[in-house]
């Protein structure tokens, strides 16, 4: 690993402040993809600056919303009564991911903020226009097993490895920044990007700004909620296709919907024309498979992942079916 | 390498760094020392900090006042440094889960942590777990359900099996499983490693 600078902070301000000075900067908090990379060589930054004893740790209900501090560690949401009780969704999605030592120090903005785990990304002696820009796209008739079949660009179509961001995506989550003028809001389904002609931007993160805490609504789709995750083990790997699926259902009849796929897209991929179709009617099979030929219509594969065009549907239609069914 | 024309001028790049670099910087890292060497304008003495941070720890009950480079992890500054060579380094990735430690409790892996983010924190290594000559019954449980083979692993699995009973993990062979996950056996010893949880979270077993 290259050596750079470490800082140490303990207030938001002077961490802005810190990353201000300095653009081949970065914050560190759990690290667990960060120290990857550098050890990798992917990115080299010339100082980090740990935001681990920034107070933002925080889980708590605030009115009708549910706070949750950028630095609050994967285990502790996902461990939390609050989150448990209001966001079961969001609870499943983070304990399907990684492992309980990655999850004790990885935190929600890290979570964020993590790369792809494009095999032509991590490998520096690969083209990747993700890593440098203009090389071109390895994975673009190369190994694509993992790799999105949504809204993807002759430039880039690597995946978000993310679970929690799927479930957050459907929860309509909202991020808060800061810089050092003040805070903005952004919904989060617009946070990340799709990689279009700038692959080398994930988010709508801009470069002076810190992500400080998450806002979630909460809603009525506790008890019919489910996180369906489809991988090549059983336990510890990253999706090859993902579905946050939310029902609220009063009189037979789908009155809320929410559905988010993961390991498809470049961001968390929310199925809105497939919602929009349920709304209103009954939650059958019939209507559930219409919903996922719906969430299909756009979908391309190339080549090693075509199977996703059939995991995807079935995967949909798995993850209302088990919401539903929960009592 | 290339060429000779580009040769690093250390002195004046430490310099030219000292100069960009606040105070304020050098603050958050160690007041006093920080402030008595700017009082002495000791521009070594300022690079040196900025090469070095200092880390105070306590592993296995043992406090540690020393100083590290910022780029060192938590496993290689506990096998290299304190020569504690039972944390394994298995992928040093966090692929793997050979080099779990027990950080203020909880396990991590100690190849994606810095040392120097440890500051101030507790930590247990497998070094750290039997009481003298008496094995902590984690340890005695897999000896007597065979929860290894080449044992590669196992550092790691005990610290997580410890971790895991803790957290409560552990109501059924299933949710062991799920929750030791980020522990990898190549020998494929799970099944015994799970008998071996089963037995210590119903209160067995002493050696």
């Known amino acids: ?327 | 390498m290339q060429s000779s024309d580009k040769k690093p001028n250390q002195g004046d790049s430490r310099r030219d760094f000292l100069k960009k670099s606040s105070l304020i910087t050098a603050i958050a890292l160690t007041p006093s020392v920080a402030l008595k060497a700017a009082e002495n304008q000791a521009d070594e003495r300022f690079a040196e900090l900025f090469e070095k941070i200092p880390l105070n720890l306590t592993v296995n009950n043992k406090a540690y006042k020393t100083s590290v480079e910022p780029r060192i992890t938590l496993l290689d500054y506990l096998r290299e440094e304190l020569h504690l060579m039972g944390t394994k380094k298995g992928c040093d990735h966090g692929q793997c889960g050979a080099c779990t430690v027990h950080v203020n409790g909880e396990r991590v892996n100690s190849c994606l942590s810095l040392a120097v983010m440890n500051e101030g924190k507790k930590i247990t290594t497998i070094e750290g777990l039997a009481n003298g000559e008496e094995l902590h019954p984690m340890q005695a449980a897999f000896i007597k359900h065979d929860g290894f083979q080449c044992g590669y692993c196992t550092p790691g699995q005990v610290m997580s099996a410890v971790a895991c009973v803790k957290e409560g993990h552990t109501n059924s062979r299933a949710e062991i499983s799920e929750y030791m996950s980020g522990n990898i056996c190549r020998c494929g010893a799970y099944p015994n490693i799970v008998d071996a949880i089963v037995e210590v979270s119903k209160g067995g077993t002493k050696a």
Not at chain 1, 52 to 64: A, M, R, S, T, Y
Not at chain 1, 80 to 104: D, F, H, T, V
Not at chain 1, 275 to 289: P, S, Y
Request: hydrophobic share 45%.
């Open chain 1, 1 to 327: 690993m290259i050596n750079f600078q470490y800082l140490r902070t303990t207030t938001a301000k002077s961490a802005i402040a810190l990353l201000l000075k300095d653009k081949n900067s970065k914050f560190i908090a759990g690290g667990t993809n960060l120290i990857d990379l550098m050890k990798r060589g992917v990115t080299a930054p010339e100082k980090l600056i740990d935001i681990n004893h920034v107070p933002l740790k925080q889980i708590e209900l605030v009115g009708d919303k549910v706070i949750i501090g950028a630095l609050a560690s994967n285990t502790a949401v996902a461990e939390n009564s609050l989150i448990k009780e209001k966001l079961p969704l969001l609870a499943m999605a983070l304990n399907a991911g990684a492992s309980a030592q990655l999850r004790n120090v990885a935190t929600v903005g890290g979570n964020m903020m993590q790369r792809t785990r494009c095999g032509y990304f991590y490998d520096i002696e690969m083209p990747c226009n993700k890593r440098q820009p203009g090389s071109g796209c390895g994975a673009i008739g190369g190994f694509n097993r993992m790799h999105a079949i949504f809204g993807t660009s002759d430039k880039c179509i690597a995946v978000h490895p993310s679970d929690m961001c799927v479930a957050l995506t459907a929860l309509d989550a909202v991020v808060v920044l800061a810089n050092a003028k003040g805070e903005r809001k952004i919904l989060f389904k617009d946070f990340h990007r799709l990689a279009g002609d700038t692959p080398q931007l994930d988010n709508n993160l801009k470069a002076d700004e810190m992500i400080i805490r998450l806002e979630i609504p909460i809603n009525n789709l506790v008890k019919n909620s489910h996180y369906l995750k489809v991988r090549d083990r059983a336990s510890y790997a990253f999706a090859l296709v993902s579905v946050a699926a939310g029902l609220e259902i009063s009189n037979n009849k789908i009155t809320d919907v929410r559905l988010t796929m993961g390991g498809v897209a470049h961001k968390p991929w929310r199925l809105t024309a497939s919602e929009n179709f349920l709304k209103g009617k009954e939650a059958t099979v019939e209507n559930f498979e219409q919903a996922a030929k719906l969430a299909m219509t756009d979908a391309k594969s190339f080549g090693e992942n075509d199977f996703k065009l059939q995991m995807a549907p079935n995967s949909i239609i798995e993850a209302l079916t088990v919401a539903k069914s929960k009592a």
